[in-house]
């Protein structure tokens, strides 16, 4: 695997693939590498093309100082594991190499209504300094496919509007949540859990799954709200729990078997806040 820190030595490497006929499936990472992480290089080395990585902790998308402080950094190890899972090459930029000037965003992004929700509206900002790291890469990497967790549901819906509003031909490719075998969504967070924490962070998903099961006997607003009180009395403390339309995030206050829906929650474990969801 071809380790490349610089974007001047990355591009002519990419051009020169370009040139050879090769597509380039793209995966992009703030590393703290993990199974989930590893089963999207594994989906991109499924194409034909070859598979670029990258680690980034990106700044400009932490609206929690102390978040970005805290946030796991395994470089080493996630070496080892992008280079076992057959990965061709990893860019490995620093913050100067990303942010020549300074971390101010040099434009708004016209994300619309899905920044407005969830995530977006709990995390003021965060949207943009995301969709401000991925065009970035973006034009550094320039791949054909871009392959993304749904683990992370809205940040795929953001991106979606961010290559439409590029314009851009890059295909974005989902792909599903690996999970612990409790349920847990893996997550690069999951290291802060103490290990009290980690035996209650599977409630998440378990409310997931019941919000799944009991849709067609009970109202939403009914599970939602045994979910939240079970989630408090284990001393997890729930930011959302909410029911939208998968295709645009639209919030639900009820099951609407007319569409597809996703129950999506995020909830404090500790400090360490955590994201999960469930097409149901
Ligand atoms: P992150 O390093 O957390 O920014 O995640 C990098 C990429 O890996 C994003 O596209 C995430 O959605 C994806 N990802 C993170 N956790 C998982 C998981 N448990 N399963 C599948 N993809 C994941």
């Known amino acids: 695997m071809f380790i490349f820190k610089k974007i001047t030595d ?37 194409g034909s ?43 490995l930029p620093d913050v100067a190499e990303m942010y020549p000037g300074n971390l101010k965003l040099d434009k708004a992004y016209d994300l619309g209504y899905v920044e407005t929700v969830l995530d977006g509206a709990s995390r003021p900002g965060h949207f943009q300094g995301v969709a401000q790291v991925v065009e970035k890469l973006l034009d550094i990497v320039q791949p054909d496919e871009l392959y993304m967790g749904q683990k992370d549901f809205q940040q795929i819906a953001v991106i979606k509007r961010l290559l439409s509003l ?28 103490s290990e009290a924490q980690r035996n209650t962070a599977n409630l998440l998903y378990q409310c997931l799954v019941s919000i799944q099961a009991k849709k067609d006997i009970q109202s939403f607003g009914v599970i939602r709200k045994e979910c939240w009180d079970l989630l408090e009395n284990k001393g997890v403390q729930p930011d959302y729990i909410t029911l939208a339309d998968a295709a645009t995030l639209e919030i639900l206050s009820d099951f609407d078997q007319s569409r597809n829906m996703v129950a999506l929650m995020a909830a404090f474990v500790g400090e360490v806040r955590l994201i999960d969801n469930l097409i149901l």
């Open 10 to 46: 990355l591009k002519p490497w990419v051009d020169q693939q370009k040139q050879l006929g090769f597509s380039i499936g793209f995966v992009p990472t703030m590393g703290a590498l993990h199974q989930g992480h590893l089963s999207l290089v594994a989906e991109s080395k499924k």
């Open 49 to 91: 093309g070859l598979t670029v990585a990258s680690i980034f902790v990106n700044p400009t998308q932490f609206n929690d100082l102390a978040d970005l402080e805290k946030y796991p950094r395994t470089t080493e190890q996630d070496i080892k594991l992008l280079s076992g899972a057959g990965c061709d090459v990893l860019f």
């Open 166 to 193: 590029k314009k851009s031909n890059i295909v974005l490719v989902p792909v599903p949540t690996k999970r612990e075998p409790d349920g847990l969504a893996m997550s690069s967070r999951n290291t802060r859990l």
